[in-house]
């Protein structure tokens, strides 16, 4: 094996797993120059989606570092013929969520759609170190409204190698 390979032992002995913290500035939220930043843990709770309209909301779930995937930049597109038609650009907010639903009211309609994360941007800029190129760099994920009068929640967990996706409640 080579020994230069980038596997889960050689991020823990790094100090790069989930489990390490910065060892200055961990207290006051101050990171020093030479760390890169590390996503923050949830502190506030999710909104209650009872009594809502029809919507499709989304929540990014950072399963490398255990935390809520902050700052995830997502395009969202609707298939229109052979191609996906963008209908818009989001990035999740502290809580991995976006600010707004995706789609709301009258804006959700039956069709396929197409969610395709920036995993490989997202990593980059939590000084993730990964291999060139990266196993994943977009991930899109597909599904299809079937009811547009329903409620939609796609919770996306990801890390650098692996992503799985459903239909939340």
Known sequence: MDPNSLTRRSLVRAGIGGMAAASTGAST???????????????VAPK???????RL?????DNFHGTPGAGMVADLS??????????KTVTTAPNGRTAEPLLVD????????????????????YGVTLPTPNFLGLVAVRF???DAGQRYHLPVLFTPWGYSFYRGS
């Open 78 to 87: 609707i298939r229109d013929g052979d191609a996906y038609k963008p209908i």
């Open 57 to 61: 909301t989304m929540h990014a779930i």
């Open 29 to 43: 939220g101050v990171l020093a120059q030479s760390e890169p930043p590390k996503p923050g843990a949830l502190t």
């Open 106 to 125: 009258e804006a959700l309609k039956e069709g396929r759609y197409e969610l395709l994360l920036h995993v490989e941007d997202y990593f980059k800029t």
């Open 48 to 54: 209650s989606q009872a009594g809502l309209g029809p």
């Open 144 to 146: 299809v409204i079937r």
